[in-house]
């Protein structure tokens, strides 16, 4: 609702003629913005038929911003010609001055000034006249004071043309009375209450008109999951990292790829039926890089690369059959190998998506959840650098401590140097669940303990991260 005493004064003004008033007159005389007639205007309507409103457009002619500073100050050239001694000035002094280019261009069309360009001192600008009218000036002071119909319209084009006029186009009301007009203001109800209806007084109230076409409030609908927000907010982090996300479009994968490229021997109890979820058609999986594939059976059979291995049996037949991932590291194995199949390059990548376990299904825990996980390979990778990266990215996410919420490490050399991978290079990696948070294993709390000391590669090899666990994550 507008304020009273400027409802009760349009409504007083809107009384005394008979053809109506002009919103923006009423605004002008009152010395008030338009926009607070506008809002009587809508509040009036709001109470019934008090007032009828016409929306009219009309077209008038405003200073600019440097129209106004001439109305005030006087023309360009007029100013240049004030600036000009008897003795004449310099023409290089008059350019100094902020109008002092646009007005001697002015000043010299109107022949109200002459160069001397063969002064002594140089070029210098003398008065040729004694006085000057500035019309520019009180053509835009009869504008200013609402008086643009004096001027023809040649005149006002050319003012226009110099950027000091602008015509624009105002909407006001044009303001009647109503069927219902009067000049004193009551509320009308919105409401029927119990207590009107007990006491009876309703039958004196005046009630606000329902208005059947109104549209009702929109639903809410459209969100966005809660686990896709957060996912989109991991996403983020990792491209502000420059991490490139890496391809995961594949559910059903290899065990070779799954466990064996990971190093995890075949009879891990994590590859029970228990577990992990087997396909029965296709069953298994034929298309293997194979001397990456004799590699990785030699090295879980026989050792290699500074390992003793596990010393069994590894049967192709158990990495052929085929599962519904357990984690997105499988994906992590390929894209390594595709990176040592070409020259290095230090890469850094990550991926979310959805992986499956066989588990019995609770309130915290469902056949599938999406993982999260990041991956770097570089020369000579340490602790250091994936407690670095680590606090970074949780510092992203809005973590300020330490929190058990993933695990980490750093990937066994008898899983990189089969790939081909140079000795040299190491790879951190890390990762977390989408849904549900996992308690610490071997990351952050063993890593945790090796604040404030030297790290070296044989320290990871043999500290507890990489001695017992799986190296998968």
Same mark, same amino acid.
């Given at each position: 609702?507008?304020?009273?005493?400027?409802?009760?004064?349009?409504?007083?003004?809107?009384?005394?003629?008979?053809?109506?008033?002009?919103?923006?007159?009423?605004?002008?005389?009152?010395?008030?913005?338009?926009?607070?007639?506008?809002?009587?205007?809508?509040?009036?309507?709001?109470?019934? /038929?008090?007032?009828?409103?016409?929306?009219?457009?009309?077209?008038?002619?405003?200073?600019?911003?440097?129209?106004?500073?001439?109305?005030?100050?006087?023309?360009? =050239?007029?100013?240049?010609?004030?600036?000009?001694? %008897?003795?004449?000035?310099?023409?290089?002094?008059?350019?100094?001055?902020?109008?002092?280019?646009?007005?001697?261009?002015?000043?010299?069309? $109107?022949?109200?000034?002459?160069? /001397?360009?063969?002064?002594?001192?140089?070029?210098?600008?003398?008065?040729?006249?004694? $006085?000057?009218?500035?019309?520019?000036?009180?053509?835009?002071?009869?504008?200013?004071?609402?008086?643009?119909?004096?001027?023809?319209?040649? =005149?006002?084009?050319?003012?226009?043309?110099?950027?000091?006029?602008?015509?624009?186009?105002?909407?006001?009301?044009?303001?009647?009375?109503?069927? $219902?007009?009067?000049?004193?203001?009551?509320? %009308?109800?919105?409401? +029927?209450?119990?207590?009107?209806?007990?006491?009876?007084?309703?039958?004196?109230?005046?009630?606000?008109?329902?208005?059947?076409?109104?549209?009702?409030?929109?639903?809410?609908?459209?969100?966005? #999951?809660?686990?896709?927000?957060?996912?989109?907010?991991?996403?983020?982090?990792?491209?502000?990292?420059?991490?490139?996300?890496?391809?995961?479009?594949?559910?059903?994968?290899?065990?070779?790829?799954?466990? /064996?490229?990971?190093?995890?021997?075949?009879?891990?109890?994590?590859?029970?039926?228990?577990?992990?979820?087997?396909?029965?058609? !296709?069953?298994?999986? #034929?298309?293997? !890089?194979?001397?990456? +594939?004799?590699?990785?059976?030699?090295?879980?059979?026989?050792?290699?690369?500074?390992?003793?291995?596990?010393?069994?049996?590894?049967?192709? =037949?158990?990495?052929?059959?085929?599962?519904?991932?357990?984690?997105?590291?499988?994906?992590?194995?390929?894209?390594?190998?595709?990176?040592?199949?070409?020259?290095?390059? !230090?890469?850094?990548?990550?991926?979310?998506?959805?992986?499956?376990?066989?588990?019995?299904?609770?309130?915290?825990?469902?056949?599938?959840?999406? %993982?999260?996980?990041?991956?770097?390979?570089?020369?000579?990778?340490?602790?250091?650098?994936?407690?670095?990266?680590?606090?970074?990215?949780?510092?992203?996410?809005?973590?300020?401590?330490?929190?058990?919420?993933?695990?980490?490490?750093?990937?066994?050399?008898?899983?990189?140097?089969?790939?081909? +991978?140079?000795?040299?290079?190491?790879?951190?990696?890390?990762?977390?669940?989408?849904?549900?948070?996992?308690?610490?294993?071997?990351?952050?709390?063993?890593?945790?303990? +090796?604040?404030?000391?030297?790290?070296?590669?044989?320290?990871?090899?043999?500290? !507890?991260?990489?001695?017992?666990?799986?190296?998968?994550?």
């Amino acid at each position: 609702m507008a304020d009273t005493g400027v409802l009760e004064t349009l409504l007083q003004r809107v009384e005394k003629v008979d053809d109506g008033v002009d919103s923006l007159a009423v605004a002008t005389s009152l010395g008030v913005d338009h926009q607070v007639i506008v809002g009587a205007v809508k509040s009036l309507q709001a109470l019934g /038929d008090v007032i009828s409103a016409e929306l009219r457009s009309s077209k008038h002619w405003e200073l600019t911003e440097e129209g106004t500073e001439i109305a005030e100050q006087g023309s360009h =050239e007029s100013r240049v010609f004030s600036c000009i001694p %008897q003795e004449g000035l310099a023409q290089s002094e008059l350019m100094k001055l902020p109008f002092g280019k646009i007005g001697f261009s002015k000043a010299m069309s $109107s022949k109200w000034i002459r160069v /001397d360009k063969a002064h002594e001192g140089g070029p210098r600008i003398f008065r040729t006249v004694e $006085s000057i009218d500035d019309q520019v000036r009180e053509k835009l002071l009869l504008v200013q004071k609402g008086h643009s119909t004096q001027l023809e319209e040649k =005149e006002k084009n050319e003012l226009k043309k110099r950027k000091l006029l602008s015509e624009v186009t105002v909407k006001s009301y044009w303001i009647t009375k109503g069927n $219902s007009f009067s000049t004193t203001i009551t509320k %009308q109800e919105t409401e +029927l209450t119990p207590e009107m209806i007990a006491s009876g007084n309703w039958k004196e109230k005046k009630f606000k008109p329902y208005n059947f076409e109104a549209m009702g409030v929109a639903p809410d609908c459209g969100h966005l #999951h809660p686990l896709m927000k957060v996912r989109t907010q991991f996403r983020q982090i990792f491209l502000e990292m420059g991490f490139t996300e890496m391809p995961t479009n594949n559910f059903i994968e290899s065990s070779f790829w799954n466990f /064996d490229s990971l190093f995890q021997p075949q009879q891990h109890p994590a590859r029970d039926q228990h577990d992990t979820f087997f396909l029965s058609d !296709p069953a298994h999986a #034929h298309e293997f !890089p194979q001397d990456y +594939l004799e590699r990785v059976k030699k090295v879980h059979s026989e050792g290699g690369y500074g390992s003793q291995g596990y010393k069994y049996d590894w049967k192709i =037949e158990e990495a052929q059959k085929n599962i519904l991932r357990t984690h997105t590291t499988a994906v992590s194995a390929r894209m390594l190998y595709k990176l040592a199949q070409q020259k290095f390059t !230090p890469v850094k990548y990550f991926s979310i998506d959805r992986v499956f376990r066989n588990e019995t299904l609770d309130a915290t825990h469902l056949a599938e959840f999406h %993982q999260i996980e990041g991956v770097v390979a570089d020369y000579g990778l340490t602790l250091g650098d994936l407690m670095g990266v680590l606090h970074q990215f949780f510092t992203k996410l809005g973590l300020k401590k330490w929190v058990e919420v993933g695990n980490s490490g750093v990937f066994r050399p008898e899983m990189l140097l089969p790939m081909g +991978l140079p000795e040299d290079v190491s790879v951190i990696a890390w990762g977390l669940s989408l849904e549900r948070p996992t308690m610490i294993k071997y990351g952050i709390n063993n890593i945790r303990e +090796l604040v404030g000391h030297k790290v070296n590669l044989q320290m990871v090899y043999d500290s !507890p991260i990489c001695r017992n666990p799986p190296t998968h994550f």
